[in-house]
């Protein structure tokens, strides 16, 4: 570099003695040459690395900031440590306009400090700059001058900080032991009064403080333990009242908060979940800031404008990034130029608290418009609702906007909790739409409690709601211990023909803990051996979304999952993973969503005054783009004020006020409304009724209820149902306000509303031959807010249950004392396991999706097992994993005698052995020659609407499914609700399921001596919606999947 610097400095000093021009021109290249042998320069010339120039991270105010305390300091945190005599009153200046401002100047961590020996005028703009004289302590200084503005308040801060969120959360488990601990607080902090003030003691170790080092960072601090925490140890993590703001306020007292660690480090890297804007969104206002939420809390040291770089072309944008609860915001200098495009990127150096990167930068891209933001953000939904009754005591609070917040702005002091004059104490967390509060402690019985969002909060354009938004309600007497459950999914279970740009969503019972939701929802490409898809989740309302990265694949399987570790703002957790699996069909979604009903209807008279306004659609919507800017109601010009919700098919607009008596109004549903596939309303959708001359007093009934009162024969899967006379509140329809009972216990279920039907679904199969009781209570209400007027009970019994397969259920395939084997590379098993009794090494072919653990795999053949591998020894196979086999060999055979001639008699032959071509109804079929075939064509199975409907096929000797050749292949169709899994194949020899490969097999086969699937060499795939169960042979596949069901 020096060899280069310097030949170029020769080069430039030789010149003829009148080439004055030359010499001109020369002296004006000096500064750049100068420029290029200093700065960052230096520390690649000493030691080979790439420099890096001192560039400011966040301010403190923030440029444009409005309101500044008069007391405040003026701060600016960096990239990188600074040599502290480079700070000085040269360097870090504040004026108002030409005049400087007296203050003293302060240098800790990366932050340096200036504060004012007086006051700031009230109303009063002031100019900060720090300059190129700041430099690191390798001589590096700041390419340029930086400069920020700002305006002062009327009056000094006095209002004390506090604690907006930790991680771990409070009474949080199973930490991991190289976790790091953050603490957020609602506003910037004096550094060095946060770093002594935070405390860890081992409260299971007798109480001795821990030690480490805390760090702090834009809003965050972080307690870095010298070593890692205990296993299974609980700690107790104290912020004292030293802990003050740069006024001077300190915390109000302490604050305090416990954790227990669980076995392992945490070695999952973070990810991107989600941003604003979005990838390739366009018409982004110019005055956008830009958001990245993550999958986990980050190390806010790693947040900075060199891990958060904003670009357009190869240009950097200057800007400033924050960081606070999970997202990390960049706020360019000036408004971006328009009609452009920008590259966003976090980089890998973004780390989580464990210390984990990102496995790779995150970059996406966006287009500006024409025009900056200058719409106001609005609450569009609360939860609890306004005047809401009943709400538990342990409830989280949470309030949902009409467009994305900036996080910072979002916090204890502009989300607050009220009873009286008195406040709650809470943390505050905001991810995609949603804010919500956890108080530190259960909310008091039976108390009217008022929440409020204030005119602080402010959209990512810096736009402020226009008013404080209140709402009230009241809690119960006893805690919520109601698990929630998942009511709804699209595409829904077992669905076929789903369009590839589809984004897959489900609904739950209630409003959840929004982190839970999007950190545990997955997706995996089952058709490819169960590999993840990559995407990003949201979560809104009651409704969580997940976004691929990209089109999904045709004719391809994938299975979603929610995990049991979501959970309620209550903190009850699912009582069990949720998944559901779909297959795409050709082609892509392109139809617009339409609305299918309204109420009122248009051109409705004598509406109530009270009334909801409600909005019906053709298909499940993306619940983020219906709020109070795509769904609007108006007297003439003037804009009703409400709030919209959204749950099932249906958005809801909730008027703040009553509506005037005797007048015209119009709803409108915008083509900003859009499916989850992105597609919108092909035009805005707008409709009007008049009001009557008084309010909606009448009380809704229940009209019809499905099971019938007194009902019996009631299938085991049964949806029960309830029919009102009139629309309902769908948020008033709950697992609180619809139950199902057996005796005095609840039964676990999910309720959805659609249309003028409730729906309580199961979380699993009714019992046999039992009597249920359901309940409508009078907590539900109609549109207007009128209850029932007394609770709707009704009584139903249950059926006798198919056959039962007992521990075998759990298995995909078992291959009774013989082994499994595989040959082709695109076999697998899905949602169940593979089995013998025989030894591991007659397992071949296979790896176990659970362990790893391999079974003679060659390269030319792989299959995946997601449920487990389970035999006898040697290893992998172990004497536990033998004995689980051994059970299910034994429930195997108890199911294959219980479907015998001998226990069901009375089958019929339909076709002289030959099953194919034929579509039957349940029941018992016999084959009157020993042999069963489906060659002549598909054999389909109608369960005429009945889903517990069950087929039994007895066959003494062997089952064949299609015949030879490449169009060979046969299948087992189910119509009607028929499904797979009630369909049982009794098989007195072998089976032997298309041997040309290819085809759809639908069924529980339990052969004699074994099953076999296509022929090796065959690539096309052959599928199993079902179970190969063979009690003294073995099973042989050959590019299968089997799906179990």
């Not at 021109?25 to 000493?46: D, Q, R, T, Y």
């Not at 003691?201 to 080092?213: C, E, F, M, V």
């Not at 805690?479 to 009511?487: E, K, L, Q, Y």
């Not at 075998?808 to 082994?819: L, V």
Request: with cysteine; glycine share 8%; hydrophobic share 40%.
């Amino acid at each position: 570099m020096r060899k280069k610097l310097l030949k170029a400095y020769h080069t430039f000093f030789q010149f003829e003695k009148n080439d004055l021009l030359l010499i001109t021109g020369k002296w004006l290249i000096l500064p750049f040459l100068i420029l290029l042998s200093a700065g960052c320069k230096k520390v690649v010339e000493e030691n080979g690395t790439k420099g890096l120039c001192p560039e400011v991270v966040s301010t403190t105010p923030l440029n444009n900031a409005t309101g500044v305390s008069l007391n405040s300091p003026i701060t600016a945190s960096f990239n990188e440590a600074l040599d502290p005599a480079s700070i000085n009153a040269t360097t870090f200046k504040v004026m108002q306009g030409t005049t400087p401002i007296a203050g003293i100047l302060s240098y800790t961590g990366v932050t340096a400090t200036f504060s004012p020996t007086v006051n700031l005028a009230p109303n009063t703009v002031y100019t900060a700059t720090l300059t190129t004289g700041i430099r690191d302590p390798a001589k590096n200084a700041m390419i340029a001058n930086y400069t920020w503005s700002f305006t002062t308040g009327i009056g000094p801060d006095i209002i004390p900080p506090t604690i907006t969120s930790t991680d771990p959360e409070n009474a949080a488990i199973a930490v991991s032991v190289n976790k790091k601990i953050a603490v957020a607080f609602s506003e910037t902090m004096d550094s060095l009064s946060v770093t002594r003030s935070i405390t860890i003691a081992n409260t299971t170790g007798g109480g001795a403080n821990i030690p480490g080092t805390v760090s702090y960072a834009g809003l965050t601090a972080v307690f870095f333990p010298t070593d890692d925490l205990l296993p299974n140890t609980t700690y107790a993590v104290t912020i004292s009242t030293t802990a003050k703001d740069l006024a001077g306020n300190s915390l109000v007292a302490n604050y305090v908060f416990n954790f227990t660690t669980g076995a392992i480090p945490d070695i999952i890297p973070p990810t991107v979940t989600s941003t604003f804007p979005a990838n390739l969104a366009t018409g982004v206002p110019l005055n956008s800031k830009l958001s990245a939420t993550f999958s986990e809390a980050i190390d806010p040291a790693t947040i900075s404008g060199t891990s958060f770089r904003l670009n357009q072309g190869t240009t950097p944008v200057a800007g400033t990034v924050t960081y606070t609860g999970l997202t990390a915001g960049f706020a360019p200098t000036a408004n971006l130029a328009a009609n452009t495009l920008y590259t966003a990127t976090v980089t890998k150096a973004a780390k989580d608290l464990a210390g984990n990167a990102m496995l790779v930068d995150y970059v996406w891209t966006f287009t500006t418009g024409a025009a900056p933001d200058l719409i106001r953000p609005t609450v569009v939904s609360t939860d609890p609702a306004n005047t809401e009754t009943g709400v538990a005591l342990d409830k989280r609070v949470t309030a949902t906007f009409s467009e994305v917040m900036d996080p910072v702005s979002v916090n204890t002091q502009t989300f607050t909790l009220r009873t009286g004059n008195t406040a709650v104490l809470g943390t505050i967390i905001y991810n995609g739409l949603t804010a919500t509060l956890t108080p530190l402690a259960n909310l008091a019985p039976s108390t009217v409690y008022t929440a409020t969002i204030t005119t602080g909060a402010k959209d990512l354009a810096g736009n402020t709601i226009l008013s404080n938004y209140n709402w009230t309600f009241t809690t119960r007497a006893a805690s919520d211990v109601t698990r929630p459950t998942v009511i709804l999914t699209d595409p829904a279970n077992a669905s076929t023909g789903v369009l590839q740009n589809k984004k897959i969503s489900a609904a739950f019972s209630e409003a959840m803990d929004s982190l839970s939701v999007v950190q545990n929802f997955t997706l995996v490409n089952t058709s490819l051996g169960g590999i993840n898809v990559a995407g990003t989740v949201s979560y809104t309302g009651i409704t969580t979304m997940f976004f691929p990265a990209s089109d999904l694949a045709p004719n391809t399987t994938y299975t979603a999952k929610i995990t049991k570790v979501a959970k309620d703002l209550a903190g009850n957790t699912l009582l069990n993973d949720y998944v559901w699996a779909f297959t795409t069909g050709p082609t892509p979604d392109i139809i617009s969503p339409t609305v299918f009903s309204t109420d009122p209807l248009n051109n409705a008279v004598d509406v109530a005054l009270n009334k909801k306004v409600a909005v019906t659609f053709s298909e499940g919507m993306d619940p983020t783009s219906l709020n109070t800017q795509t769904f609007t109601l108006r007297n003439g010009n003037t804009a009703v004020v409400g709030t919209v919700t959204y749950s099932g098919l249906t958005a809801t607009f909730s008027p703040a006020a009553n509506l005037n008596p005797a007048t015209t109004y119009t709803g409108t549903i915008t083509t900003g409304a859009k499916d989850p596939s992105g597609n919108t309303l092909a035009s805005n959708y707008i409709w009007t009724f008049t009001t009557s001359a008084a309010a909606d007093i009448i009380r809704p009934t229940v009209i019809s209820t499905d099971p019938a009162n007194n009902a019996v024969g009631v299938v085991l899967n049964k949806v029960v149902s309830a029919t009102f006379s009139e629309a309902m509140d769908p948020l008033s329809i709950t697992n609180i306000s619809f139950t199902v009972r057996n005796g005095l216990v609840n039964v676990p279920g999910s309720v959805s509303y659609n249309g003028l039907t409730a729906s309580f679904t199961p979380a699993s199969n009714l019992l046999a031959t039992t009597n249920y009781v359901a309940t409508i209570t009078t907590t539900a209400r109609d549109l207007a807010g009128n209850t029932l007027a007394s609770s709707y009970v009704w009584n139903f019994t249950t059926l006798t249950p198919p056959p039962s397969l007992g521990s075998a259920a759990a298995f995909g395939a078992f291959g009774g004392s013989a082994g499994v084997t595989n040959q082709g590379l695109n076999t697998v098993i899905n949602n169940g396991g593979l089995g013998t009794t025989a030894a591991s090494t007659l397992v071949t072919g296979f790896h176990d999706g659970l362990t790893a653990e391999v079974y003679t795999e060659t390269p030319l053949n792989k299959g995946n097992v997601t449920g487990g591998i389970f035999t006898a020894p040697p290893a992998p196979g172990t004497a536990v994993s033998f004995t689980k086999a051994t059970l299910a060999l034994s429930d195997a055979t108890t199911a294959y005698n219980s479907i015998s001639p001998a226990s069901k008699p009375g089958g019929i032959d339909p076709g002289a052995g030959e099953l194919g071509g034929l579509t039957l109804a349940p029941g018992i079929y016999k084959s009157a020659s020993g042999t069963f075939k489906i060659s002549n064509g598909n054999l389909v199975l109608d369960a005429k609407g009945d889903p517990n409907a069950v087929w039994i096929f007895q066959t003494d000797a062997g089952l064949t499914v299609g015949i030879a050749g490449p169009a060979g292949a046969r299948s087992v169709t189910m119509i009607n609700g028929g499904l797979a899994k009630n369909v049982f194949w009794y098989v007195g020899s072998s089976a032997i399921i298309n041997g040309a490969g290819g085809g759809i097999m639908s069924g529980n086969i339990l052969a004699a001596q074994g099953v076999t699937f296509s022929t090796a060499g065959n690539a096309v795939q052959t599928v199993l919606n079902g179970r190969a169960l063979s009690l003294n042979a073995s099973v042989t596949m050959v590019n299968t999947t089997i799906n179990v069901q």
